[in-house]
Protein backbone atom coordinates (compact mmCIF):
# COMPACT_ATOMS: atom_id res chain seq x y z
CA UNK A 1 0.00 0.00 0.00
CA UNK A 2 1.19 3.64 -0.77
CA UNK A 3 0.16 6.59 1.00
CA UNK A 4 -0.58 10.17 -0.20
CA UNK A 5 -1.20 12.95 1.85
CA UNK A 6 -1.75 16.33 0.80
CA UNK A 7 -3.80 19.36 1.95
CA UNK A 8 -1.33 21.23 4.62
CA UNK A 9 -0.41 24.71 4.39
CA UNK A 10 -0.29 27.91 6.58
CA UNK A 11 -3.14 29.06 8.12
CA UNK A 12 -4.00 31.53 10.89
CA UNK A 13 -4.50 30.32 14.18
CA UNK A 14 -8.68 29.72 14.51
CA UNK A 15 -8.68 28.76 10.84
CA UNK A 16 -9.11 25.47 9.51
CA UNK A 17 -7.66 22.89 7.02
CA UNK A 18 -8.91 19.48 5.67
CA UNK A 19 -5.99 17.17 4.98
CA UNK A 20 -6.65 14.12 2.79
CA UNK A 21 -4.58 10.41 2.46
CA UNK A 22 -5.21 8.33 -0.72
CA UNK A 23 -4.35 4.61 -0.54
CA UNK A 24 -3.10 2.80 -3.53
CA UNK A 25 -4.32 -0.99 -4.06
CA UNK A 26 -7.64 -2.53 -3.36
CA UNK A 27 -7.54 -3.73 0.23
CA UNK A 28 -8.26 -0.59 1.93
CA UNK A 29 -11.43 -1.32 3.62
CA UNK A 30 -9.60 -4.09 5.84
CA UNK A 31 -7.00 -1.31 7.42
CA UNK A 32 -7.52 1.10 10.55
CA UNK A 33 -6.73 4.35 9.27
CA UNK A 34 -4.70 7.06 11.37
CA UNK A 35 -3.29 10.43 11.88
CA UNK A 36 0.08 10.74 13.28
CA UNK A 37 1.54 14.47 13.59
CA UNK A 38 5.17 14.87 14.82
CA UNK A 39 6.26 18.69 15.83
CA UNK A 40 9.77 19.94 15.20
CA UNK A 41 12.08 18.35 18.44
CA UNK A 42 9.05 16.09 19.52
CA UNK A 43 8.05 12.60 19.09
CA UNK A 44 5.51 11.53 16.38
CA UNK A 45 2.02 11.37 18.48
CA UNK A 46 -1.37 9.80 17.35
CA UNK A 47 -3.78 12.86 16.69
CA UNK A 48 -7.09 10.00 15.56
CA UNK A 49 -7.38 6.84 14.16
CA UNK A 50 -10.83 5.35 12.36
CA UNK A 51 -11.43 1.57 11.85
CA UNK A 52 -12.91 0.00 8.98
CA UNK A 53 -15.91 -0.03 10.36
CA UNK A 54 -15.85 3.00 11.20
CA UNK A 55 -14.87 3.43 14.97
CA UNK A 56 -13.30 6.56 15.89
CA UNK A 57 -10.18 7.16 18.69
CA UNK A 58 -8.81 10.81 19.14
CA UNK A 59 -6.33 12.11 21.25
CA UNK A 60 -7.75 14.50 24.31
CA UNK A 61 -6.30 17.62 22.23
CA UNK A 62 -7.78 17.26 19.39
CA UNK A 63 -11.54 16.14 20.65
CA UNK A 64 -14.29 18.82 19.62
CA UNK A 65 -11.42 20.30 17.23
CA UNK A 66 -10.68 17.67 14.16
CA UNK A 67 -12.87 15.23 12.57
CA UNK A 68 -11.47 11.77 10.66
CA UNK A 69 -13.32 10.25 8.43
CA UNK A 70 -13.04 8.04 5.48
CA UNK A 71 -14.32 6.89 2.02
CA UNK A 72 -13.43 3.74 1.35
CA UNK A 73 -15.17 3.58 -1.88
CA UNK A 74 -12.80 5.62 -3.06
CA UNK A 75 -9.57 4.66 -0.86
CA UNK A 76 -8.96 7.71 0.76
CA UNK A 77 -9.33 9.12 4.44
CA UNK A 78 -9.56 12.45 5.67
CA UNK A 79 -8.85 14.80 8.86
CA UNK A 80 -10.99 18.17 8.84
CA UNK A 81 -8.95 20.41 11.76
CA UNK A 82 -11.07 23.32 12.72
CA UNK A 83 -9.65 25.88 15.64
CA UNK A 84 -6.60 25.37 14.76
CA UNK A 85 -3.84 26.49 17.58
CA UNK A 86 -0.34 27.41 16.62
CA UNK A 87 0.64 24.16 18.96
CA UNK A 88 -1.02 22.04 16.24
CA UNK A 89 1.57 22.82 13.72
CA UNK A 90 3.73 19.45 12.68
CA UNK A 91 4.33 17.63 10.17
CA UNK A 92 1.08 15.12 9.59
CA UNK A 93 1.57 11.67 8.54
CA UNK A 94 -1.42 9.48 7.21
CA UNK A 95 -0.69 5.93 8.77
CA UNK A 96 -2.98 2.85 7.61
CA UNK A 97 -2.64 -0.71 9.59
CA UNK A 98 -4.18 -4.11 8.43
CA UNK A 99 -6.75 -5.34 10.97
CA UNK A 100 -5.70 -8.96 10.07
CA UNK A 101 -2.72 -11.49 10.36
CA UNK A 102 -0.38 -10.33 8.81
CA UNK A 103 -0.72 -6.70 10.62
CA UNK A 104 1.27 -5.17 8.03
CA UNK A 105 1.69 -1.02 8.69
CA UNK A 106 2.31 1.52 5.76
CA UNK A 107 2.68 5.29 6.60
CA UNK A 108 2.72 8.46 4.20
CA UNK A 109 5.43 11.07 3.63
CA UNK A 110 3.37 13.87 5.78
CA UNK A 111 2.17 17.02 5.17
CA UNK A 112 3.22 20.22 6.86
CA UNK A 113 0.60 22.21 9.08
CA UNK A 114 1.98 25.40 10.08
CA UNK A 115 -0.53 27.69 12.38
CA UNK A 116 0.57 31.13 12.75
CA UNK A 117 -0.45 33.42 15.94
Known amino acids: VQLQASGGGLVQAGGSLRLSCTAS????????MGWYRQAPGKQRELVAT???????NYSNFVKGRFTISRDNARNTGHLQMNSLKPEDTAVYYC????????????WGQGTLVTVSS
Open 95 to 106: NVRRERLPPYEF
Open 25 to 32: GNSFSIYT
Open 50 to 56: ITSSGTI
